[in-house]
Nanobody
Framework: QVQLVESGGGLVQAGGSLRLSCAASGRIFRINDMGWYRQAPGKQRELVGTVTSGGFTNYEASVKGRFTISRDNAKNTVYLQMNSLRPEDTAVYYC???????????????WGQGTQVTVSS
């Protein structure tokens, strides 16, 4: 089995910063893309950004220049550094990873349990 465990959410004032972490554990042969999504109350889950195994990143337009995604392949961990936070960034943040458990097996997408980020004005 594979698990993604997130940490680092919380309450912060507008303009502040938070750093989220998500560690994958279990039967892992290789991890392809990793990323972060968020879901605000009453809204659909949306992509925040992704990072490939080679470190290439992609961001949703509203977070570009404020958020940075990185990963440590040795630790099977992805990070989300969030700066200049705004009240509209308030949401539950979920990590996602495409994980191959063994040779000749297709990648499967896994989700973290979610962590709440609340930005006060």
């Amino acid at each position: 089995q594979v698990q993604l465990v997130e940490s680092g959410g919380g309450l912060v004032q507008a303009g502040g910063s938070l750093r989220l972490s998500c560690a994958a554990s279990g039967r892992i042969f290789r991890i392809n893309d990793m990323g972060w999504y968020r879901q605000a109350p009453g809204k659909q889950r949306e992509l925040v950004g992704t990072v490939t195994s080679g470190g290439f990143t992609n961001y949703e337009a509203s977070v570009k220049g404020r958020f940075t995604i990185s990963r440590d392949n040795a630790k099977n961990t992805v990070y989300l550094q969030m700066n200049s936070l705004r009240p509209e960034d308030t949401a539950v943040y979920y990590c996602h990873a495409d994980i191959i458990s063994s040779v000749l097996v297709a990648a499967v997408g896994y989700w973290g349990q979610g962590t709440q980020v609340t930005v006060s004005s």
